[in-house]
């Protein structure tokens, strides 16, 4: 069936340094990408969110890109805080089809101080 | 403060009881979810709802049921828990087809 899934599983990362994470998805029919933070017992926070008509989208110290080309996504993060650490889900669904969301396997970003 | 509400936050009982797991959202959302996560793993949809006397089964079969009498109400029962039930239940909810607001979670430990 369709998938989404992450290259990487963990990502360490400098403090100040920028993060990148990515994501590979399957079902090029999703048109609407979301990534969402987990930290440690709580549940998942919408971080940012992108259309298929775009390619870029930037918020406040992320940015999200979309290559539909080869089916990618990644979120970067800028000068990565302590407070970044946490699990990193992308997220995709098709919102015309009754917006059932299928998330990725998760990559867990560390900072090393 | 957050507007999507799960009851309890953790959960430890024998094999055999049957339990619920309380989520209630204040958004006036008519869609709402549940998903199975283990620690650090990705998310298992359960359960989903559209609307009132709306219930659908997800993608990972569970043994747990759910109701939907009212649009802010949507709890997730166990007959007869078991060992294998033992994981983190997440509720969310969307409003249009964006994102989802998810709960805290109810961490579930069957003994």
């Known amino acids: 069936g369709e998938s989404v899934g992450l290259h990487l599983p963990t990502l360490s990362v400098q403090e100040g340094d920028n993060s990148i994470i990515n994501c590979a998805y399957s079902n090029s029919a999703s048109d609407y990408f979301i990534w969402y933070k987990q930290e440690s017992g709580k549940g998942p926070q919408f971080i940012i969110d992108?259309?298929?008509?775009?390619d870029k989208r930037q918020g406040q110290r992320v940015t999200v890109l979309l290559n539909k080309t080869v089916k990618h996504l990644s979120l970067q993060i800028a000068a990565t805080q302590p407070g970044d650490s946490a699990v990193y889900f992308c997220?995709?669904?098709?919102?015309?089809?009754?917006?059932?969301?299928?998330f990725g396997s998760g990559t867990r970003l560390s900072i090393r101080p | 403060e957050a507007d999507i509400y799960q009851i309890p936050r953790y959960l430890v009982i024998g094999t055999g009881k049957k339990i619920t797991l309380e989520c209630s959202q204040t958004m006036g959302h008519d869609k709402m979810y549940w998903y199975q996560q283990d620690p650090g793993m990705e998310l298992h949809l359960i359960h989903y709802?559209?609307?009132?006397?709306?219930?659908e089964k997800g993608d990972l079969s569970s043994e747990s049921t759910v109701s939907r009498i009212r649009t802010e109400h949507f709890p997730l029962t166990l007959e007869s828990a078991r060992p294998s039930h033992t994981s983190q239940y997440l509720c969310?909810?969307?409003?249009?087809?964006?994102?989802?607001?998810f709960g805290s979670g109810t961490r579930l430990t069957v003994v």
């Open positions: 709802s559209y609307g009132v006397n709306s219930t």
């Open positions: 992108i259309r298929s008509n775009m």
């Open positions: 969310a909810s969307m409003d249009r087809g964006d994102g989802y607001t």
């Open positions: 997220a995709e669904t098709l919102r015309s089809s009754a917006s059932k969301i299928i």
